[in-house]
């Protein structure tokens, strides 16, 4: 899979991150509960304002992890 550029400086937005996963955003929610996720507000580095973002190496690694290596599908996500 190629990923495409993040949105944002910090990483990829809750939109980057429904159409990267398609289905399996619920997996990788639960999956990243706990972890650390940054907050775009905007200026000095973007503009607009993201809001919450997801780093780019927690979604490659969910992606590895239980995408590739595992044979997920995004429709039995869960």
């Not at 400086?9 to 509960?33: K, N, P």
């Not at 490659?60 to 997920?72: C, E, I, K, P, S």
């Amino acid at each position: 899979m190629t990923f495409p550029e993040p949105a944002c400086a910090l990483g990829f937005t809750e939109q980057q991150l429904e159409t990267i996963l398609a289905s399996g955003v619920t997996g990788y929610r639960r999956w990243a509960a706990g972890k650390t996720r940054g907050l775009c507000v905007g200026a000095p580095s973007c503009d607009p304002a993201h809001g919450v973002i997801h780093y780019e190496d927690d979604v490659r690694r969910f992606w590895r992890q239980y995408v590739h290596a595992r044979g997920f599908e995004p429709t039995n996500a869960g």
